[in-house]
């Protein structure tokens, strides 16, 4: 059999597919620092009171900021403050005395010249005020990552990740049980994949009522779905 050449994938779409993952990865780290400092997990020095852990980080990053943002202009003003002196100032003693001359005699008077005649100021029109379009909302950079250009519309509505677990959950709308069943576990098998190269192990399928449709095999590859909402 002969060996087809390998369809061509553009640069530029596999570099804006990189920068959408490192976006959402940088943002699921995000969460995990602030959930961790938020549950005084991270290291803080041995005088820190343990009960304030979760202040010591922040606190520590506003002070940097300050310092960041006033050293510059104090380090300005300092400079501002000694100017350079001017080599053209002469001193008054190397300066020869100009001899005294006669006073200029007045020039004769000129006629008054005519009043001129200026046109009032002309006031600029009013700018014409326009509304500005609404702004719409932008989707969840892990959802629009998830969501890829073939998937229907508005199918999912949340991602809630767990770093801790590895697990990484996608709640489901209404439109999920009129797909067509093929579609459904070509879609779930896409969403495996992108989440294990985010680094999730676990994927799992609920609705609105956190009730399981799907998950990640737990013998082999490949997902598992359900026909009827099951209990998680």
Same mark, same amino acid.
């Given at each position: 059999?002969?060996?087809?050449?390998?369809?061509?994938?553009?640069?530029?779409?596999?570099?804006?597919?990189?920068?959408?993952?490192?976006?959402?990865?940088?943002?699921?780290?995000?969460?995990?620092?602030?959930?961790?400092?938020?549950?005084?997990?991270?290291?803080?020095?041995?005088?820190?009171?343990?009960?304030? +852990?979760?202040?010591?980080?922040?606190?520590?990053?506003?002070?940097?900021?300050?310092?960041?943002?006033?050293?510059?202009?104090?380090?300005?003003?300092?400079?501002?403050?000694?100017?350079?002196?001017?080599?053209?100032?002469?001193?008054?003693?190397?300066?020869?005395?100009?001899?005294?001359?006669?006073?200029?005699?007045?020039?004769?008077?000129?006629?008054?010249?005519?009043?001129?005649?200026?046109?009032?100021?002309?006031?600029?029109?009013?700018?014409?005020?326009?509304?500005?379009?609404?702004?719409?909302?932008?989707?969840?950079?892990?959802?629009?990552?998830?969501?890829?250009?073939?998937?229907?519309?508005?199918?999912?509505?949340?991602?809630?990740?767990?770093?801790?677990?590895?697990?990484?959950?996608?709640?489901?709308?209404?439109?999920?049980?009129?797909?067509?069943?093929?579609?459904?576990?070509?879609? +779930?098998?896409?969403?495996?994949?992108?989440?294990?190269?985010?680094?999730?192990?676990?994927?799992?399928?609920?609705?609105?009522?956190?009730?399981?449709?799907?998950?990640?095999?737990?013998?082999?590859?490949?997902?598992?779905?359900?026909?009827?909402?099951?209990?998680?």
């Amino acid at each position: 059999m002969p060996n087809l050449p390998a369809p061509y994938v553009s640069p530029w779409r596999e570099f804006a597919r990189n920068l959408r993952s490192m976006a959402a990865d940088l943002r699921l780290r995000l969460q995990e620092v602030w959930r961790r400092n938020r549950e005084g997990d991270l290291s803080v020095p041995g005088f820190w009171p343990q009960e304030l +852990a979760p202040w010591f980080w922040p606190l520590l990053l506003v002070l940097l900021l300050g310092l960041v943002l006033l050293l510059p202009g104090r380090f300005t003003r300092s400079l501002a403050g000694n100017p350079p002196p001017d080599p053209r100032a002469v001193p008054s003693s190397e300066i020869p005395s100009a001899p005294p001359s006669a006073p200029p005699s007045a020039p004769p008077s000129a006629p008054p010249s005519p009043p001129s005649l200026t046109a009032p100021p002309v006031a600029p029109p009013a700018e014409s005020v326009t509304e500005k379009p609404p702004v719409v909302p932008s989707l969840d950079p892990l959802l629009e990552l998830l969501l890829g250009p073939d998937a229907p519309s508005q199918l999912l509505v949340s991602a809630r990740p767990d770093g801790q677990a590895l697990q990484l959950v996608l709640e489901l709308s209404d439109r999920w049980s009129a797909v067509p069943l093929a579609m459904r576990k070509q879609l +779930a098998e896409d969403w495996q994949q992108r989440s294990n190269e985010l680094g999730y192990e676990q994927l799992r399928l609920v609705d609105a009522e956190d009730r399981l449709l799907g998950r990640s095999a737990r013998v082999g590859v490949g997902m598992i779905l359900y026909d009827i909402p099951a209990s998680a």
